[in-house]
């Protein structure tokens, strides 16, 4: 099955810092999505996109299908932002929805 | 609409014991699938139902079942416990192969 990586695993910022968090993956994917975890365990839905960019208010992403990578821009970043964020993959080798999580990126945002 | 709900929020089990795990999936998604996320990791994909029928199943145990009601909601059953059981356990629910919404989760701690 395919497998997910995220870089970096954890990140610092000052608030109003910008960052880009990666996600690669090793085979092709029937979709991906992005998510933030808060600190109560609640996945919030950030962007479902399998490729191609995104925008929505501060936030935007890219995956490029073809190089089995997507990214998550966070512009002039708030405290909010804090949290974990996740990409999953769709295996696009299976026969039903098998989502692959990667291992998450731990943003903190200082005041 | 409401989203994906589940029950309870939080349960202690003792080892050996058995727990059930319910959830609702968003009016309208006729897919339902189950995660297992341990502190520290990303959600590990364990099932995934779909009109009543299972299409997918991770690498967990046999101690691990679930089944899918005709108004879509789903159970998890995992039996004889283990302290290693305890986790977040995350339902999300689809509208087919579009991206994922997931619920609260349940916290289970196995003492």
């Known amino acids: 099955g395919i497998q997910v990586e995220q870089s970096p695993p954890d990140l610092i910022l000052q608030e109003g810092a910008n960052s880009t968090l990666r996600c690669n993956f090793s085979?092709?994917?029937?979709?991906l999505q992005w998510f933030h975890q808060n600190p109560w365990g609640q996945l919030i839905n950030l962007f479902y996109i399998p490729s191609g960019t995104k925008q929505n208010g501060r936030l935007s992403a890219t995956t490029v299908a073809t190089e089995r990578y997507s990214l998550l821009y966070i512009s002039s970043s708030q405290t909010t932002d804090s949290g974990v964020y996740f990409c999953?993959?769709?295996?696009?080798?299976?026969?039903?929805?098998?989502?692959?999580f990667g291992p998450g990126t731990s943003l903190s945002v200082i005041p | 609409d409401a989203g994906v709900t589940q029950s309870p929020t939080h349960l202690i089990k003792t080892r050996g014991q058995q727990v059930t795990l319910r959830c609702s999936p968003i009016s309208g998604h006729k897919s339902v699938s189950w995660y297992q996320q341990v502190l520290g990791q990303g959600p590990q994909f364990i099932f995934q139902?779909?009109?009543?029928?299972?299409?997918g199943r991770g690498n967990f145990p046999d101690r691990f079942s679930a089944r899918q009601f005709p108004n879509y909601s789903s159970e998890l059953n995992v039996n004889a416990l283990l302290l290693g059981d305890s986790a977040l356990y995350l339902c999300?629910?689809?509208?087919?192969?579009?991206?994922?919404?997931f619920g609260p989760g349940t916290r289970l701690t196995v003492t």
């Open positions: 999300a629910s689809r509208l087919s192969s579009y991206e994922q919404y």
């Open positions: 999953a993959a769709e295996d696009g080798k299976t026969s039903y929805d098998k989502v692959i």
């Open positions: 139902y779909y009109e009543k029928e299972e299409r």
């Open positions: 085979d092709s994917v029937n979709n």
